[in-house]
Each structure stands twice: as C-alpha cells, then as structure tokens.
C-alpha cells in the first residue's frame, strides 16, 4: 500500500488532498500544528502534530512514507518561511529514496507562452506578491536539486482557494508552466478536482521533476 505524509494536512488543499487520498486507499499521514477537531477529520487519515521545520519530523516523514506532500502556505507563519525548509525536506527525501509533491501558487505561471509571470502583471494584488514570488523561489529551488530528487510542482488556476471551492467535477485540463484559461478568460480549479489531479501524480507519476498546472 501506498503511504504519503501530508505538512499541512489539515489546511484547504492538504485537507482535500489528504480526503481523496484515502478515499483511494492510500494510507495517509497528515502533520500540522495542531490536531483537528473529531468533526473536522477525514475517514482514514492518520493525524499527527509537527512542523516542516524539525527536522527529526521530517526524517521521519520521509523514511514512513512513499510521498512526502508539501501543502503549506509560502508567507511567514510564527517567524518562519516555507522556503527556509526545502533545502531539509529534499534532503530527507532523497535520503530516504522518496518522492516530494508540493502544493505550490499560479503566480510563478506565464499568463502566455514567452509571456511574463502572472505575479508581475499590474493586476496581480498587492497583497499577495510577496507570497507569490516566495512560491516561485521554491520552484526555482527544486529545479536546481540534483537527478537524485525525484520531486513533482503542482500550479492550481488563478481564481482558487477556500473562498472559492467549487465541485468536484472529475474532468479538468492540465498545462505546464502557462496558466490555464477557459474561452471566456476564466481561470478556475475547484479544490477538490485540484486534490484529484495531484493524487492521480502520486499513483501515476508522469511528472517527475517537473511542475505541471490544472484547470478547467
């Protein structure tokens, strides 16, 4: 049987990922700050406490596991950046001869073959910039990591996220570094098909070290 571990496997795309998951069989381990509550977890899902930034966990993450999963927010969390844990978690990975999947932004995607990155268009929040743009380091981090870290980067659509959930519909496009649109320039992935995608990686693997991106 397949094992993964999940570093924020409480949030909205780790949670998702993490239900869709076990829902296929895969045993599931999710790692998160704090436990949730009883009502809140999904059938199946092994729930622990620890953070991407101790080391011992993620040791032990990776040496449990077939996939170790990534789906954590890119700003400063309690002093912390995601970034600063990459360079340790691809190392346990490869150590341990597992595989990495990270839940990465749309920011780092072009709006168009050859065109410029959707976080340095004018319209791209403000708000929002700095987290992007530390996404796209991760990437540019992991495509720098020797043959030996066999990792995968997943890019949802533009408009995703927990304020926007959406349907799980089954049947979705997937694209490689240009942000996917629809013909009435929507770009759109529900969280659940965003789940589905990337655990048909984690049982598939056509994406090794590559990022790919899905949409409608």
């Known amino acids: 049987m397949t094992t993964i571990s999940i570093f924020g496997g409480t949030g909205y795309t780790g949670g998702n990922i993490a239900k869709e998951a076990a829902s296929r069989g895969i045993s599931v381990i999710s790692y998160s700050r704090h436990l949730p509550a009883d009502d809140s977890r999904a059938p199946g899902v092994d729930y622990r406490t620890g953070s991407i930034f101790d080391a011992q966990v993620v040791r032990a993450a990776a040496e449990a596991s077939d996939v170790v999963v990534v789906a ?23 150590a341990a001869g597992r595989r990495l999947g990270v839940v990465g932004g749309a920011g ?88 589905q995608a990337f655990v048909d990686e984690i049982e598939h ?11 409608y």
């Not at 954590?72 to 691809?90: F, K, M, N, Y």
């Open 72 to 94: 954590l927010p890119a700003r400063e969390i309690d002093g912390h950046r995601l970034i600063e844990a990459i360079a340790g978690v691809t190392s346990a990975v490869a």
């Open 108 to 195: 780092s995607l072009s709006v168009s073959e050859g065109g410029p990155k959707v976080l340095d268009t004018p319209d791209f929040p403000d708000a929002f910039r700095e987290e992007a743009g530390n996404h796209a380091k991760i990437l540019d981090l992991l495509r720098t990591e020797p043959n030996d870290v066999d990792w995968f980067y997943v890019s949802p659509s533009g408009e995703y996220g927990s304020f926007n959930p959406g349907e799980h519909t089954g049947t979705f496009r997937l694209g490689g570094d240009v942000l996917l649109t629809t013909e009435d320039g929507r770009s759109f992935i529900s969280g659940a098909d965003f789940a």
């Open 205 to 215: 693997s056509t994406h090794s070290r590559q990022r790919f991106t899905v949409g």
